[in-house]
């Protein structure tokens, strides 16, 4: 009797760990749930690429609940293997939702950008790589939805290190645009215009 | 203590030394460094923001390399038979990581735009500057604005036919909306282009080659005729990717 309950009190330390500490495999279940449920609430709030949050069956404070939930724990996943593109791509992605959807400031778009940064940082030093045109593509996004944001609220801060950094987004994102296709390729596109205008503002 | 009881003690550690002597410890202590080194990327530290937590799967399966080569190196019974345990455990993770990773994640049809953005870009651009500047001022702008922006934005940066921009926008410029149709048309056969370049890469014979260049060919000359990128979502685009999928 002893050892059974040493052994259910191992086991339920084990699975208390695995809510927080859980490898990747396991972490990646809970967000495939949890990205299909915020991508279905998403579509119910969207007439073709807009958002109408006073569509019926559109329930937007539960979208920005769960998606700030999701966007929570694919940073989980990143810490849990931050080479592998997956946590990045969906953190990325649902981070696009967010800034649509829910309170927009600069410390948010900041995390947004650097997020960004790291994971086209980490694909171009991965001999595979494979994802790096995806994390260009959200690079040039990131940046230049920051610098939109610094344009309106803290133009102080586009200074000549920001234009560097708006040129360098620009150029890394115009590499990506033969591997983007159907709409991410009209808003790589439109990042790319805003960056440069940017750019030419400073 | 009874005396028999220290007599075996002594005679345990007697042998657990004599086996130990037998280890080659400098072999060990370096195969043991070579299974566990950490696997680097040239990356400059500042660029991570959200550092590897200490449990991460790099940590735990380089703690399994470092204790499967450390167990071939002891001498004592089971320990040669949990090294290929414990490399199939490796093996499993692995397979089972790959397994749980190998989803494509791209599900959104239509990015959101980003609301900065489309202030910035309603600013930027004369002719909308023109007829939608006002709702972009400090003192304007807020959700209402958005959704009224949003979809004129969409709008034009969707919508590949002029007449129904035109249609939509009577109080726009007719060159401008005419620059912005052929824009998003040239823009949505780049991409047509893309995915047929895609498909033909993998394509394995001269035949499957006609056959895709046949079906996009009927797919691109639709295209002056479609209203918008409804394509993208719809079903029929969908089956003709699966069908060119299944005689790949």
């Given at each position: 009797?002893?050892?059974?309950?040493?052994?259910?009190?191992?086991?339920?330390?084990?699975?208390?760990?695995?809510?927080?500490?859980?490898?990747?495999?396991?972490?990646?279940?809970?967000?495939?749930?949890?990205?299909?449920?915020?991508?279905?609430?998403?579509?119910?709030?969207?007439?073709?690429?807009?958002?109408?949050?006073?569509?019926?069956?559109?329930?937007?404070?539960?979208?920005?609940?769960?998606?700030?939930?999701?966007?929570?724990?694919?940073?989980?996943?990143?810490?849990?293997?931050?080479?592998?593109?997956?946590?990045?791509?969906?953190?990325?992605?649902?981070?696009?939702?967010?800034?649509?959807?829910?309170?927009?400031?600069?410390?948010?778009?900041?995390?947004?950008?650097?997020?960004?940064?790291?994971?086209?940082?980490?694909?171009?030093?991965?001999?595979?790589?494979?994802?790096?045109?995806?994390?260009?593509?959200?690079?040039?996004?990131?940046?230049?939805?920051?610098?939109?944001?610094?344009?309106?609220?803290?133009?102080?801060?586009?200074?000549?290190?920001?234009?560097?950094?708006?040129?360098?987004?620009?150029?890394?994102?115009?590499?990506?645009?033969?591997?983007?296709?159907?709409?991410?390729?009209?808003?790589?596109?439109?990042?790319?215009?805003?960056?440069?205008?940017?750019?030419?503002?400073? | 203590m009874p005396a028999s009881i220290l007599v075996r003690i002594r005679q345990a550690l007697s042998s657990i030394w004599r086996r130990l002597k037998l280890i080659?410890w400098?072999?060990a202590?370096?195969?043991?460094?070579?299974?566990?080194?950490?696997?680097?990327?040239?990356?400059?530290?500042?660029?991570?923001?959200?550092?590897?937590?200490?449990?991460?799967?790099?940590?735990?399966?380089?703690?399994?390399?470092?204790?499967?080569?450390a167990?071939?190196f002891v001498p004592f019974p089971g320990a040669?038979?949990?090294?290929?345990?414990?490399?199939?455990?490796?093996?499993?993770?692995?397979?089972?990581?790959?397994?749980?990773?190998?989803?494509?994640?791209?599900?959104?049809?239509?990015?959101?735009?980003?609301?900065?953005?489309?202030?910035?870009?309603?600013?930027?651009?004369?002719?909308?500057?023109?007829?939608?500047?006002?709702?972009?001022?400090?003192?304007?702008?807020?959700?209402?604005?958005?959704?009224?922006?949003?979809?004129?934005?969409?709008?034009?940066?969707?919508?590949?036919?002029?007449?129904?921009?035109?249609?939509?926008?009577?109080?726009?410029?007719?060159?401008?909306?005419?620059?912005?149709?052929?824009?998003?048309?040239?823009?949505?056969?780049?991409?047509?282009?893309?995915?047929?370049?895609?498909?033909?890469?993998?394509?394995?014979?001269?035949?499957?080659?006609?056959?895709?260049?046949?079906?996009?060919?009927?797919?691109?000359?639709?295209?002056?005729?479609?209203?918008?990128?409804?394509?993208?979502?719809?079903?029929?685009?969908?089956?003709?990717?699966?069908?060119?999928?299944?005689?790949?």
């Amino acid at each position: 009797m002893r050892f059974l309950k040493g052994a259910i009190i191992a086991l339920s330390l084990g699975l208390f760990a695995c809510a927080s500490i859980a490898p990747t495999p396991i972490l990646m279940g809970r967000v495939d749930k949890l990205n299909t449920e915020v991508h279905q609430r998403y579509l119910d709030c969207s007439e073709g690429a807009n958002y109408v949050p006073t569509l019926e069956g559109c329930d937007p404070e539960t979208l920005e609940t769960k998606t700030i939930k999701l966007m929570n724990l694919t940073v989980e996943l990143v810490k849990a293997d931050y080479k592998q593109p997956q946590g990045y791509d969906v953190h990325l992605e649902i981070s696009l939702i967010y800034f649509r959807i829910a309170e927009r400031n600069g410390s948010a778009y900041t995390r947004a950008e650097l997020i960004a940064r790291q994971f086209f940082e980490m694909q171009k030093a991965s001999s595979r790589g494979r994802a790096l045109n995806t994390a260009r593509y959200y690079l040039t996004h990131f940046t230049a939805a920051h610098g939109t944001w610094q344009y309106h609220y803290a133009i102080q801060q586009l200074n000549a290190l920001r234009r560097s950094e708006f040129l360098f987004a620009q150029n890394e994102g115009k590499i990506a645009i033969p591997h983007i296709e159907g709409p991410r390729l009209v808003r790589l596109k439109q990042a790319i215009q805003v960056l440069g205008a940017l750019a030419g503002l400073i | 203590m009874p005396a028999s009881i220290l007599v075996r003690i002594r005679q345990a550690l007697s042998s657990i030394w004599r086996r130990l002597k037998l280890i080659d410890w400098i072999g060990a202590v370096f195969a043991i460094i070579k299974a566990a080194k950490k696997e680097t990327l040239d990356v400059d530290e500042k660029y991570i923001v959200i550092k590897p937590r200490i449990l991460s799967d790099e940590n735990y399966l380089r703690g399994v390399s470092a204790l499967k080569v450390a167990l071939t190196f002891v001498p004592f019974p089971g320990a040669q038979i949990a090294g290929p345990v414990l490399a199939l455990g490796e093996v499993g993770f692995k397979l089972w990581k790959r397994i749980s990773l190998s989803r494509e994640y791209d599900q959104l049809e239509f990015p959101p735009v980003d609301p900065n953005m489309l202030r910035f870009f309603v600013q930027l651009d004369p002719e909308l500057a023109k007829h939608y500047g006002h709702l972009t001022t400090p003192e304007n702008w807020g959700e209402d604005a958005m959704q009224e922006l949003e979809p004129v934005f969409n709008d034009l940066s969707f919508l590949t036919n002029f007449e129904m921009l035109r249609a939509k926008y009577p109080h726009f410029d007719h060159d401008y909306l005419k620059d912005r149709a052929a824009e998003n048309l040239a823009t949505l056969q780049t991409s047509l282009d893309a995915i047929e370049q895609a498909l033909l890469q993998v394509s394995q014979s001269p035949e499957t080659n006609a056959n895709i260049r046949g079906a996009f060919e009927s797919l691109k000359g639709l295209f002056p005729a479609m209203n918008d990128w409804a394509l993208f979502n719809s079903e029929g685009f969908d089956e003709v990717i699966d069908i060119i999928d299944t005689i790949l």
